[in-house]
């Protein structure tokens, strides 16, 4: 039975993004085993059958004792373990790992960008630290059994640019699926209609552009206060541009605009709204929460930026601002409110994109083919 280990920044954003991937892999005969620091929910891994793993990493820090420790640990793990491929996700599994099965002869080794985050934000892509991890990446990517997987064509072009990858590397799989039979379309006959609501979910970060929502519920209140509800859905987090407790409880009032915190089935809650606002500027993979919202049927209005763009048609199942423009997303949110034909015609066209490209069925498949692929190449 060959091996398969999937190292990810956390057991919460591999049950919440990548366990199809893993129990299709498993049913397929891949012995699998989840490499991720923990949050408490690694029981949820065991109790699907999968091995699980504790990894020693700082998903937001860059101490370089905790970042060498991470590396020390991949390295010893991979030479003891051998596994027959390895499937990195996110930016320091790639970094560390791809090191470390480098130094411990490891063959076969996937490495999925969902997002960039500091390394090629706007403040630091020439900073000594990026260049630094970029030169190191470009010296132990190039071999043809290392392939990456990007979400967006952002992130791609800036890994060729700085010469990490070549384009015979790359797949391109937007995003992490949806399950379309769960995530049905809901038309809004079905909904109650009395108030119009605008989710987002997701962190409560300042660069998810949380900030830009609650400005733009103030612009709009005045005029639209009895007609739409806001509903935030998301946790507090451990970015350094997380948003405290108190700061997000200050900005809602419960009723017109509401935080409520995380949810479990994410589902049913925007099975109920009817527009989706993600003003994030965030150096995004592709988002999650859009695919699941546009899966139900919801109209986005998102940013002009990495990975959130690559969700939009403008004007057709949504609509695209510039980023940090609580302005321009308040005007697109009313339009919407005041065009009920606009707002279920981009609906449905949502739905249509999401069953276009965000299939999990899809997603889970073009997995299986790069892991097959690469296993028969001996």
């Known amino acids: 039975m060959k091996k398969l280990f999937l190292i990810i920044n956390n057991d919460k954003f591999f049950l919440s993004h990548r366990k199809p991937i893993a129990l299709a892999a498993k049913e397929a005969g891949y012995d699998v085993t989840i490499v991720a620091s ?15 793993i504790n990894l020693p ?34 930016l320091k599994p790639i970094l560390w790992g791809t090191i470390a099965a480098r ?44 392939k990456y997987i990007f979400q967006n064509t952002d992130d791609e072009k800036e890994f060729f640019n700085t010469g990490i990858i070549k384009h015979e590397q790359v797949t391109f799989i937007k995003g992490s699926g949806v399950d379309l039979n769960d995530f049905k379309y ?17 962190r409560m970060v300042e660069d998810k552009g949380v900030l830009v929502i609650f400005e733009a519920a ?23 541009k997380a948003l405290k407790k108190e700061q997000i409880e200050s900005e809602c009032d419960g009723t017109y605009v509401k935080w409520l915190g ?66 321009s997303l308040a005007e697109k949110i009313g339009v919407l409110v ?22 999990i069925e899809n997603v889970v498949n073009k997995h299986l083919e790069i892991y097959n692929e690469l296993i028969n190449r001996g």
């Open 338 to 359: 005041d065009d009920s034909d606009l707002r279920q015609r981009m609906g449905k066209s949502a739905r249509e994109y999401a069953e276009k490209y965000f299939s």
């Open 218 to 240: 103030k612009i709009l209140k005045e005029k639209y206060s009895e007609k739409i509800e806001f509903w935030l859905c998301g946790d507090l987090d451990t970015n350094p």
């Open 57 to 90: 990493m700082n998903t937001t820090g860059m101490n370089p004792k905790e970042e060498f420790k991470t590396y020390k640990f991949l390295k010893k793990l991979y030479k003891k373990e051998k596994p027959d491929i390895i499937h990195q996700v996110g």
């Open 103 to 146: 130094q411990c002869g490891i063959k076969n080794v996937v490495n999925a960008v969902s997002g960039t985050g500091f390394l090629f934000s706007p403040a630091k892509r020439n900073s000594i630290v990026s260049k630094g991890i970029c030169k190191v990446l470009s010296l132990y990517s190039s071999k043809k059994n290392y």
């Open 262 to 327: 995380f949810q479990k089935n994410i589902k049913d809650i925007l099975s109920q709204c009817h527009i989706m606002i993600f003003p994030s500027f965030y150096m995004e993979g592709l988002p999650k929460s859009v695919i699941d919202a546009e899966a139900v049927g919801l109209p986005l209005i998102t940013t002009d930026w990495v990975g959130c763009r690559d969700t939009v048609i403008d004007g057709e199942n949504g609509f695209l601002i510039p980023i940090k423009d609580a302005n």
């Open 38 to 52: 923990s949050t408490g929910l690694e029981s949820q891994i065991t109790e699907l059958g999968i091995k699980y």
């Open 186 to 202: 809901v038309p809004e006959s079905e909904k109650d209609n009395f108030k119009i609501k605008c989710v987002f979910t997701g």
